[in-house]
């Protein structure tokens, strides 16, 4: 009798034909030479100048020098088959003071950069905002500041009539949620302010720019051939029991992190929750600003890592949650569980919970300790392979379960200034020897190119 064939291997992994298959980075993490060319400073240069900040006070002053090298990056793309790039704009090279004059030499550098992207058949996916604020925007109190959403709107609009004829797929964020939480709340990202108090504000203005800058989009040229979204990161919550107060718990760290932007994008108001979790620190908004904040939208681009398992915690302020570690599970150098099944559930959530949007996964990657050499030219990474294997299979899992998934984008293209981390932690799918700038693809992103070249048939096996 021959034995039965392994389930996995009589399963199929096919991607649709037309599926986007990208990998993705931002501006303040690979480009370097961060005022060069008349940008002016943002953020993340004071804050990564600021001594304490980042590990071993390391900046994005050269980065991974793509700024000059983006040819060279384009090329390794090409090499790996990808049909699309994630990609996005430093906000202070456009508008060195973040309003008023434009940086013609700002938008040159993103306009040679979408030409070589294209001249190589691969998709310039663009998002607007990816956490690199103008410094001087900051000093004019940054997200606290109503007047942001017409600063937001301005440098938008600008950047759709600049690239609008070529660039089809807009994001206005990057992840509002670490924006308030990490800039406003914890403080461990720029600007570093621990205030209860500014984070929903923080949170409402990044909320109100995205609205008006998809209304704008609207309103231009580009509308007629883009499309507009935005990108959030999900981490689903597990209760630790099935306790009341762990499923209290639960509630509240999923709204403040999975509803907190979606249900007013989507939905056109907060969740309850928001109010229990703040306190007097939670604002009244008006009908308009739910109204502004509700555009429809062409996508929703989605960030997965991990999921986390929570419980009650009375002293863990504002949520009153704890994270429980699941130490019998795989873990990345970030610390993050590897649980694929949560991005099958995120994903098949979004869809009942919003109906249907389409769906771009716009990052999911792993930071894994890597051989400190090159052998024989080659670095070997077989944990990170893994990584993509299983949540390849968890999203084209959904996606035979109904989600309307359109695309994947490896995060990230290349080992990266992964903020307060520094260089401490690599995610790239190409190793970067940070004194040399050499470029080695590794095993990892030589398995995501047979992914792509197979359509997700490799994925089977
Ligand atoms: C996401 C960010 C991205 C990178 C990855 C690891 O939260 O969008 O810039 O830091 O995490």
Known sequence: MRPAPDAAMTESFRFPDDFVWGTATSAYQ???????????????HRFSHTPGNTWLNETGDVACDHYRRYKDDIAIMAELGANAYRFSIAWARIFPQGTGAVNKKGIDFYSRLVDELL??????????????????????GGW?????????????????????????????LNEPWV???GGYLSGVLAPGHSNLFEA???AHNLLRSHGVAVERFRSTKAARKGKIGITVNL?????ASDSPEDLAAVRRADAYMNRQYLDPVFLGRYPEE??????EAWPTWSDDDMRLIKQPIDFLGVNYYTRRVERYHPDHLPLRTKHVPQPQHIHTETNWEVYPEALTRVLLWITERYGKPPIYITENGAAFYDPPHTIDGRVEDPLRVEYFRVHLRAAHEAMRKGADLRGYYAWSLLDNYEWAHGYSKRFGIVHVDFSTQQRTI????????????????????
């Open 30 to 44: 690979i480009e370097g030479s961060p005022t060069a060319d008349g940008a002016g400073r943002s953020i993340w």
């Open 119 to 140: 001249k190589r058949g691969i998709k310039p996916n663009v998002t607007l905002y990816h956490w690199d604020l103008p410094e001087a925007l900051d000093d004019r």
């Open 144 to 172: 606290l500041n109503r007047d942001i959403a017409d600063w937001f709107a301005d440098y938008a609009v600008t950047m759709f009539d600049a690239l609008g004829d070529r660039v089809e797929i807009w994001s206005t």
């Open 179 to 181: 924006v308030s939480d």
């Open 200 to 202: 929903p504000i923080a």
């Open 235 to 239: 981490e689903p919550k597990y209760p």
């Open 274 to 279: 928001m109010q229990e979790i703040f306190g």
């Open 442 to 461: 590794k095993s990892s992103g030589r398995y995501y190119a047979s992914v792509i070249a197979s359509k997700g048939a490799i994925l089977a096996k």
